[in-house]
């Protein structure tokens, strides 16, 4: 998948906020919606991604909903760090297929990262345990302020 192209609403984020998809849902508001990445590239990696867009990239976004994206992002990596106390935070966004992107509704990536514990494969590892991410969830969901 290129840079251009138009939006599927078949992809898997998509289904995830119409609910045809389960997610351990962190966090939403009005705006966004934050959610545990299933294939982690490390314990509490959690993706948010905007509710009412049909941008595949960050290049397709509507400048003003770029703003209220990453407020969103903030907002939610704030929790993280609160939640497991990491030595650092790797906020990413890839666009097109070369660049690593493999889902295309537009979306970032958050993953709390520790002292000599490399990241984890993209897109690529096992997939994490349902429950282990709703609990992993639920404790970042507590420290949303
Ligand atoms: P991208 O490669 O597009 O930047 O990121 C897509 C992310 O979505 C990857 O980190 C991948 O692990 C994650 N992912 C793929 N399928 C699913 C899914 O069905 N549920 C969740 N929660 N994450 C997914």
Redesign the pocket.
Same mark, same amino acid.
């Given at each position: 998948m290129s840079l251009d192209g138009t939006y599927d609403d078949g992809n898997?984020?998509a289904?995830?906020l119409r609910g045809e998809?389960? +997610? +351990?849902r962190v966090f939403e508001d009005e705006h966004v919606y934050a959610?545990?990445?299933?294939?982690?590239?490390g314990r509490g990696?959690t993706?948010v991604i905007p509710k009412h867009s049909t941008a595949r990239n960050f290049l397709d976004e509507e400048p003003e909903r770029v703003a209220v994206l990453f407020q969103g992002v903030q907002r939610v990596a704030k929790a993280v760090r609160a939640a497991f106390n990491p030595d650092g935070l790797t906020i990413?966004?890839?666009n097109g297929a070369p660049?690593?992107?493999?889902?295309?509704h537009l979306?970032v990536?958050i993953i709390p990262r520790w002292e000599g514990v490399p990241l984890g494969r993209?897109?690529?590892?096992a997939m994490a345990d349902m429950d282990e991410?709703k609990d992993l969830a639920e404790q970042i969901a507590a420290k949303i302020s």
């Amino acid at each position: 998948m290129s840079l251009d192209g138009t939006y599927d609403d078949g992809n898997i984020f998509a289904k995830i906020l119409r609910g045809e998809m389960p +997610a +351990a849902r962190v966090f939403e508001d009005e705006h966004v919606y934050a959610f545990m990445d299933v294939f982690p590239q490390g314990r509490g990696h959690t993706l948010v991604i905007p509710k009412h867009s049909t941008a595949r990239n960050f290049l397709d976004e509507e400048p003003e909903r770029v703003a209220v994206l990453f407020q969103g992002v903030q907002r939610v990596a704030k929790a993280v760090r609160a939640a497991f106390n990491p030595d650092g935070l790797t906020i990413m966004q890839f666009n097109g297929a070369p660049a690593g992107q493999t889902v295309y509704h537009l979306h970032v990536h958050i993953i709390p990262r520790w002292e000599g514990v490399p990241l984890g494969r993209h897109a690529g590892g096992a997939m994490a345990d349902m429950d282990e991410l709703k609990d992993l969830a639920e404790q970042i969901a507590a420290k949303i302020s």
